[in-house]
T-cell receptor, first 115, second 112 residues
């Protein structure tokens, strides 16, 4: 089955630690995205990538880093510089990176809690 | 530019109808609608392109008024399964950055 997988589903981290969230897709999509969702709020874009070895900052990139070494993988690292990292993190992918006719499909999400 | 959704929340009884609006101050090329159940990922419902297109999904339909820069989602004869938070994602005309801007969401609760 084709789809987007994120792991782990739940993640706990101590303050001051970096943590990496995994996102893998086997849909052969070119574009991938990371969003953060806080309770009762919409989706805020952290980083996105339209092609391998290239990525752009979204609206709230500070304290996060990404890499895109393979088409199917787009891991997100939440660094200790992120002041309020507790949130629900969603990864998405899109066939050609164009929002006009190719919508975004979401993974199941990772809920990160900082203790 | 983040679109504005209204209302923030709506409570319905089974069989009732509701309308959710998504408005932008910018000219829109496309509007994408999603539904998210609590603790789950958003699920794609439909996409509307510039041109006043109207689409449907089950008894959920939507329209896109490009002059008003607004899209509306219509929940007809609501079912319990329609409960969730509905988001619109928009792409602006002339902004080819392959991003969607999402509204804050409208929480729909359907009661028996």
């Amino acid at each position: 089955d084709g789809g987007i997988t994120q792991s782990p589903k739940y993640l706990f981290r101590k303050e001051g630690q970096n943590v990496t969230l995994s996102c893998e897709q086997n849909l052969n999509h070119d574009a991938m995205y990371w969003y953060r969702q806080d309770p009762g709020q919409g989706l805020r874009l952290i980083y996105y990538s339209q092609i391998v070895n290239d990525f752009q900052k979204g609206d709230i990139a500070e304290g996060y880093s990404v890499s895109r070494e393979k088409k199917e993988s787009f891991p997100l690292t939440v660094t200790s510089a992120q002041k309020n990292p507790t949130a629900f993190y969603l990864c998405a992918s899109s066939p050609r990176g164009s929002g006009s006719t190719d919508t975004q499909y979401f993974g199941p999400g990772t809920r990160l809690t900082v203790l | 530019q983040q679109p504005v959704q209204s209302p923030q929340a709506v409570i319905l009884r089974e069989g009732e109808d509701a309308v959710i609006n998504c408005s932008s101050s910018k000219a829109l090329y496309s509007v994408h609608w999603y539904r998210q159940k609590h603790g789950e990922a958003p699920v794609f419902l439909m996409i509307l392109l510039k041109g006043g297109e109207q689409k449907g999904h089950e008894k959920i339909s939507a329209s896109f008024n490009e002059k008003k820069q607004q899209s509306s989602l219509y929940l007809t004869a609501s079912q319990l399964s329609y409960s969730g938070t509905y988001f619109c994602g928009t792409e602006e005309v002339g902004v080819n950055d392959y991003k969607l801007s999402f509204g804050a969401g409208t929480t729909v609760t359907v009661r028996a």
